[in-house]
């Protein structure tokens, strides 16, 4: 029998999460895991643990050759991106918790999990209590099983600590940015990826929504084209009532996984909060003791898929004023709806449009997309010949 | 770093499932796991693989030292556990996918899996692609994130290779029986969990289902009472349209997994046929590559929970006649409707009048909970109080 290795932590943070932590692992000798020290930016705060337990120097955790586990769970990027490259250069394992820290730095910090060849988790950067990354990992790893689809969606509004991250969609962006690289093996940048969040859709959007049947949530959504590339964005979409993602409320995240074969799995659970986060570090910890790594199988035993800009969209459009729609940018409209305050139209148009200009986030004007609303270039000219017979022009 | 275990691979079965692994692995040269020898009942059948690869003598496979890992996808219970116990036996590591072989010799596996120590995993016997004994085991596995109650929904007519399993529930029943044991640490067998299919659910359940806003799924449900004890059954249940439970349809199953600190977990996906248990397989085979186990953390680890009678449910009942209903049995009935073909109730009555009597399977009754069934014995008191005061009855 394999025996399971003792884990020494040091642990950088000591809110809700890094507290939490450190009770459950108290609680849970079976786990093999005690923090040895926790690095905190306030030594003058009042701590419910040991006052021998602190430290505001990092180095007195990441040059401890006992410690052999770095835990991240502070907010500032910068310095966890600090942390996080000392301690996997320093021969320790890492669990992490910073979206946008791993979001902005991924290509750096693969190189440096290849070059050390340690374990680096983060489950809970990508969906907290949903375990996606792992999922993706190990179940989406090989030809015949690979992902056609992936879709995340979360309703905006819920606070973060830093609501900025939040109203404008930063943080799905960065969720995005991280599950693309365990779905099909694609490194960006977040701001590679066509993005907007939901700060610009308006209460009569969702008196159309529903009067459609739709409910409004922001998606991030990734699929393969018939190039074998992949169209990949975070938008505002209008979601049929009749799908799972209709139900994503609050803090929960769903996240549909569309694979070979037809098979389709729904993962709906909270996607941030200090317990789900919690829980997710707690679940990458207990898999360091097996060793456990991301393979990254997609970007480094397959061909890794590249992102596309060959597609169109079918988009839902509603402003003020016709003069900031440019008309001439779209294949056709399928309807457009006009009163005195508001007007809409929905029609298609190519994803380059949207990637090269900013009228859609200006001046009042709101983009939702359409369900279903990618079209691959390879299926354009029928579909647009239809569009014109059905609106009685050609 | 540590390298990963070479898998070398005896395959009992070669139906859809076994030839898929077959081809994936071949495929998947990254996953360093090889079929050595695949066991079948008919030789003679003409397959799509070298004929070398296949023998009907399962000891080429279970004595074949240089074999470390027995995969076993066949139908067959009773030879199935055969070749479970042997293989572990002979310090090899199982994968099986054999929901009956499992939930019947739940006990006897157990300590088998105990005694020799060896990775014993079985998620394609679960929910097939939905990982749940995997989420059980590594996200609730602690004081703080235990589970609070935990359901699996499924309806029934998805065509297993037994039908008789799938028409009157007992692929749930099985099902339930495995995944009591990774939430709660109960070891129990299928016949001591009170169950039934939706063999005698009527086109009129169904009408009065959508009257009242519901769908009729089949519920595996279990929930911790507040004597720490856990209620569990298998039972038909209207579902509000507002329940992601009500989403699933066909050969889908849903999952919710309620834990401490109200976090919610949802998860569906395919939970039978041929590619999702292949996927959960594959999934498995992965994980033992660095000797992933399941740890019964629940059973082992903790005070493994009992399951309990002191709960009470409220049920709609529909029937032909007055006279196959013992009124007697009911602490109350909340309401009714006659017609002249058909009659239903809804009323609240003890657990084991259910679990000690026929009369609810009998004479084309129907019995049907209704949405949040249980009620706890130590709150039945100021129920009871309550609806005979609505009821004007005092």
Redesign the interface.
């Known amino acids: 029998?394999?025996t399971h290795k003792q884990l020494i932590i040091g642990l950088f943070g000591f809110g809700v999460v890094g507290e939490?932590l450190y009770?459950?692992l108290q609680?849970?000798p079976?786990?093999k895991a005690s923090i040895k020290k926790v690095c905190i930016k306030n030594t003058a705060k009042k701590r419910n643990a040991p006052e021998a337990l602190f430290t505001s120097d990092k180095n007195e955790l990441l040059q401890d050759p006992e410690i052999n586990v770095i835990v991240e769970v502070i907010d500032d990027s910068v310095a966890a991106f600090d942390i996080v490259s000392t301690a996997l250069k320093n021969g320790k394992s890492v669990v992490s918790a910073s979206k946008k820290m791993i979001a902005d730095n991924l290509p750096a910090l693969l190189a440096l999990q290849k070059e050390t060849?340690l374990p680096f988790l983060y489950e809970a950067a990508a969906c907290a209590?949903?375990?996606v990354i792992?999922?993706l990992e190990?179940?989406y790893?090989?030809?015949?099983?690979f992902s056609e689809a992936l879709l995340l969606a979360q309703q905006l509004g819920f606070a973060e600590s830093n609501p900025k991250l939040d109203v404008e969609g930063y943080d799905a962006l960065n969720k995005w940015t991280i599950l693309l690289n365990h779905a099909y093996g694609i490194v960006s940048a977040p701001t590679e990826i066509l993005f907007t969040g939901i700060q610009n859709v308006q209460g009569s959007d969702a008196i159309v929504a529903k009067e459609k049947g739709f409910d409004i949530k922001l998606i991030g959504q990734a699929k393969k084209l018939k190039n074998g590339k992949v169209a990949a964005f975070v938008l505002p979409q209008f979601v049929p009532l009749s799908d799972?993602l209709s139900?994503v409320k609050n803090e929960?995240n769903g996240v549909v996984i569309e694979?070979?074969?037809a098979?389709?799995?729904?993962?709906?659970?909270?996607g941030a909060g200090s317990?789900?986060t919690?829980?997710?570090v707690?679940?990458d910890i207990?898999?360091l003791r097996?060793?456990?790594k991301y393979?990254y199988?997609k970007l480094y035993?397959h061909q890794p898929h590249e992102l596309s800009n060959d597609y169109y969209l079918k988009v839902y459009v509603s402003f003020d004023d016709w003069k900031y729609i440019p008309r001439e940018d779209f294949e056709w409209i399928e309807e457009w709806h006009a009163q005195a305050e508001r007007k809409y139209l929905i029609g298609v148009l190519h994803c380059n449009k949207l990637i090269n200009n900013n009228w859609w986030k200006q001046n009042n004007t709101s983009l939702v997309l359409t369900p279903d609303a990618i079209i691959d270039d390879l299926d354009i000219v029928h579909l647009k010949k239809r569009s014109l017979e059905l609106a009685g022009v050609i």
């Not at 790893?141 to 099983?145: I, S």
């Not at 098979?263 to 909270?270: E, H, I, R, T, V």
């Open positions: 029998m394999e939490g009770k459950v609680q849970t079976s786990l060849d209590s949903i375990p792992r999922n190990e179940y790893d090989n030809d015949l099983f799972p139900f929960y694979s070979g074969f098979d389709k799995q729904f993962f709906y659970g909270k317990f789900p919690a829980s997710a707690l679940s207990a898999a097996y060793n456990y393979e199988k035993h």
